[in-house]
């Protein structure tokens, strides 16, 4: 997204992306399963109709049009270099997705291309300059800090790609988060995701007409996590404030993921064992899960404004007792599933 924009252009850019997201949205539903792109229902899945899975598509053009419209308004000035990298690495991702839905592609391809991606991403963009607690910071040295932060666009593209599997559950997700990270750095960046998102969000809240596919999911999953680097070199606010207001979705996959791999399970393969997915077994419908993961994400979000305010004794607090709470909610809903499991 081209960085010269005028306060007063901003609303109305927000505007018409969240509209050309909709729109596109609106075609790619109904005309989508022509293109031969959609969604089949397996064992796995939560849907029960084949469904178009290409509203990625949508959200990239929306997006990639509101920073050209930015860079016309902007006297056509080339955007710093880094924002420039991080445009072009967004788009790769997203082609990636794209090929991905087309091609299925194997896992070890799709790492192989994702880690030579965020490793580009890293080198030419914003970094994570320093591991950082309450009172504590270790400035990383130039290679430490582009590894960490190539892991953690690998790790989040990919988090956010698992969690696509509810009804609006990863667009709300973008919706919220994007509005957090945007007030915690300071930027309107991140706010055309949340636009991009919501647009989307109407075609893709159950019952879901729409959706993103892979295309999407690994462009808004990148776009968040280059967010979220940029906006804390930029602003200086913790790194971990910005990993607070994606919380939701980093401890279920986290704590899964450490799971399957205690049990020697396949960790790459797809399954159905995330939380949020335990909770449709549970009777929870996509809507009610959705609208909870946002009311979470929301709480989150306070927390993070809240956390870069405070002294390094409220900073442990926030994340003692956010740990604390997610501890509890997996805890319950491990026991209601187990309950549930030994009933039939």
């Given at each position: 997204m081209a960085s010269a924009f005028l306060s007063e252009k901003t609303p109305i850019l927000l505007a018409a992306t969240a509209l050309l997201s909709a729109s596109g949205s609106a075609l790619l539903a109904r005309y989508g399963n022509s293109v031969g792109i959609f969604d089949v229902p397996n064992q796995r899945s939560s849907h029960a109709i084949p469904t178009p899975r290409t509203g990625g598509i949508g959200m990239f053009a929306a997006l990639a049009l509101a920073a050209l419209a930015a860079w016309f308004w902007s006297g056509l000035r080339p955007p710093p270099r880094q924002e420039e990298w991080l445009c072009a690495v967004g788009a790769a991702f997203f082609l990636l997705g794209l090929c991905e839905d087309i091609l299925q592609l194997s896992e070890k391809l799709r790492l192989i291309i994702q880690t030579l991606l965020a490793l580009t991403a890293a080198f030419f963009g914003p970094r994570i300059a320093s591991a950082a607690l309450p009172g504590a910071s270790i400035?990383?040295?130039?290679?430490?800090?582009?590894?960490?932060?190539?892991?953690?666009?690998?790790?989040?593209?990919?988090?956010?790609?698992?969690?696509?599997?509810?009804?609006?559950?990863?667009a709300g997700e973008a919706l919220c988060a994007g509005v957090f990270i945007a007030a915690l750095s300071g930027s309107a960046r991140p706010l055309f995701i949340s636009a991009a998102a919501a647009g989307f969000l109407i075609f893709n809240f159950k019952p879901a007409r729409l959706f993103m596919g892979d295309g999407g999911s690994y462009f808004l999953g990148f776009l968040l996590a280059a967010s979220c680097v940029a906006g804390s070199q930029e602003s200086g606010v913790p790194f971990a404030a910005f990993l607070l207001v994606l919380g939701s979705f980093i401890v279920d996959s986290a704590v899964t993921l450490a799971k399957r791999i205690a049990r020697g399970e396949p960790w790459m393969k797809a399954h159905r064992s995330h939380y949020y997915q335990r909770l449709t077994d549970l009777g929870f419908g996509h809507a009610r899960i959705a609208l909870m993961n946002m009311g979470l994400t929301a709480l989150l979000g306070i927390s993070a404004l809240a956390y870069i305010r405070g002294g390094a004794c409220f900073k442990w607090l926030v994340l003692i007792g956010w740990a604390a709470a997610f501890a509890g909610l997996v805890g319950l809903i491990e026991r209601a599933f187990r309950i549930k499991a030994a009933k039939f």
């Open positions: 400035a990383l040295a130039p290679p430490a800090a582009a590894a960490l932060t190539a892991f953690w666009y690998v790790g989040f593209v990919n988090i956010f790609n698992f969690l696509d599997g509810l009804d609006g559950y990863a």
